[in-house]
């Protein structure tokens, strides 16, 4: 782009910029990069935008629609939180069953693989259900059972070996899955949990835990002792917040100290509705809040509730920002001292 010279040849009558009412043009001195350059509006991502630039071969660009930026910011500032100087282990655990657990710690696991550079793995904390496994499109499943790294401590010392024991989603997230089988002859207790625990923290900086409903069972104790962050789901009913609330009540008694003041809550919406209007769900986040370190809403989404796979590409728009949302959140604790809000214990 050619720059105007401060002495311009005079303009005929009524093309001066006093005559014309165009702006006179700035001084040399102060002409800015932006002024110099013309900066390209980047290409949309997708939708009716991408479709419209495509066709036109590029002469009409409307841009990215502004849920689209939101999303790029997010994905952004999760990609950009440092890593962890200690081991992160983030427990999700459900109010009641069918909440949404799994859900949220596959996505949660999904996001944060999907946009990090350091090791992140999900941990089927409840064998009592189905693998989480059959939640998640694979690249590879596991080539040895949970039972023989719970048998033997040394199975997995090596990065190599851990990886026999787990299997992998096609978006790169390693996955720790355990079956009533695999533990049979053995239960989950805390010994076992110990072990998983060893094993996992040797090799990942960063686990996502599902850990089931309720915290009745053996194992819990020890992840909510190993837990750096809590991420509590239930429905976004007014029910739902009072069983949230009495479940950081009894978090607060088995594990105690900063982990219950600092945990995450998720509203999940379902197809049974919350309290009947979108202020009344968002009221619920506004009383969570004030128990919690952070309340978000997760919207209903029909590729969430088929029980297939999850896939974050068949996410709808307001789904996907949420669990980014749940990510950033999570991230963020990364800086602060200790790794996050309580700091990492150990039990």
């Given at each position: 782009?050619?720059?105007?010279?401060?002495?311009?040849?005079?303009?005929?009558?009524?093309?001066?910029?006093?005559?014309?009412?165009?702006?006179?043009?700035?001084?040399?001195?102060?002409?800015?990069?932006?002024?110099?350059?013309?900066?390209?509006?980047?290409?949309?991502?997708?939708?009716?935008?991408?479709?419209?630039?495509?066709?036109?071969?590029?002469?009409?660009?409307?841009?990215?629609?502004?849920?689209?930026?939101?999303?790029?910011?997010?994905?952004?500032?999760?990609?950009?939180?440092?890593?962890?100087?200690?081991?992160?282990?983030?427990?999700?655990?459900?109010?009641?069953?069918?909440?949404?657990?799994?859900?949220?710690?596959?996505?949660?696991?999904?996001?944060?693989?999907?946009?990090?550079?350091?090791?992140?793995?999900?941990?089927?904390?409840?064998?009592?259900?189905?693998?989480?496994?059959?939640?998640?499109?694979?690249?590879?499943?596991?080539?040895?059972?949970?039972?023989?790294?719970?048998?033997?401590?040394?199975?997995?010392?090596?990065?190599?070996?851990?990886?026999?024991?787990?299997?992998?989603?096609?978006?790169?997230?390693?996955?720790?899955?355990?079956?009533?089988?695999?533990?049979?002859?053995?239960?989950?207790?805390?010994?076992?949990?110990?072990?998983?625990?060893?094993?996992?923290e040797r090799h990942y900086p960063l686990q996502l835990v599902d850990a089931g409903t309720g915290l009745d069972r053996p194992g819990v104790p020890v992840l909510l002792?190993?837990?750096?962050?809590?991420?509590?789901?239930?429905?976004?009913?007014?029910?739902?917040?009072?069983?949230?609330?009495?479940?950081?009540?009894?978090?607060?008694?088995?594990?105690?100290?900063?982990?219950?003041?600092?945990?995450?809550?998720?509203?999940?919406?379902?197809?049974?509705?919350?309290?009947?209007?979108?202020?009344?769900?968002?009221?619920?986040?506004?009383?969570?809040?004030?128990?919690?370190?952070?309340?978000?809403?997760?919207?209903?989404?029909?590729?969430?509730?088929?029980?297939?796979?999850?896939?974050?590409?068949?996410?709808?728009?307001?789904?996907?920002?949420?669990?980014?949302?749940?990510?950033?959140?999570?991230?963020?604790?990364?800086?602060?001292?200790?790794?996050?809000?309580?700091?990492?214990?150990?039990?």
């Open positions: 782009m050619s720059v105007r010279s401060p002495h311009p040849e005079p303009a005929a009558d009524g093309a001066d910029g006093e005559g014309s009412g165009a702006p006179a043009p700035a001084p040399l001195s102060e002409l800015s990069a932006d002024t110099l350059i013309r900066r390209e509006r980047p290409a949309p991502k997708g939708g009716w935008r991408r479709a419209l630039y495509t066709v036109t071969g590029g002469r009409i660009n409307p841009g990215d629609s502004k849920i689209e930026q939101r999303r790029q910011e997010l994905e952004a500032a999760v990609g950009r939180a440092p890593l962890p100087e200690a081991h992160q282990s983030i427990v999700v655990l459900g109010t009641g069953a069918g909440v949404g657990t799994t859900t949220v710690a596959l996505g949660l696991g999904a996001v944060l693989a999907a946009h990090r550079g350091d090791r992140v793995i999900a941990v089927d904390g409840d064998p009592e259900r189905a693998p989480i496994t059959e939640r998640m499109a694979l690249k590879w499943h596991a080539e040895l059972p949970l039972q023989d790294l719970i048998a033997s401590p040394d199975a997995a010392v090596r990065y190599s070996d851990m990886n026999r024991f787990t299997a992998q989603t096609t978006g790169g997230l390693d996955v720790l899955a355990s079956t009533p089988g695999d533990t049979a002859s053995r239960p989950l207790g805390l010994e076992s949990v110990r072990r998983i625990s060893d094993a996992v002792a190993r837990c750096t962050r809590l991420v509590l789901v239930c429905p976004a009913t007014r029910e739902g917040a009072v069983a949230a609330a009495n479940a950081l009540d009894d978090v607060d008694a088995v594990a105690p100290g900063p982990l219950a003041a600092h945990a995450a809550v998720v509203l999940a919406k379902g197809p049974s509705g919350g309290p009947g209007t979108s202020a009344g769900v968002d009221d619920l986040e506004r009383q969570m809040d004030d128990r919690c370190a952070r309340a978000l809403q997760l919207p209903e989404d029909p590729h969430l509730a088929s029980g297939r796979p999850v896939d974050l590409a068949d996410l709808r728009a307001p789904s996907a920002l949420a669990l980014l949302e749940l990510a950033v959140e999570i991230t963020e604790g990364f800086a602060r001292p200790g790794g996050g809000p309580g700091g990492p214990r150990k039990g």
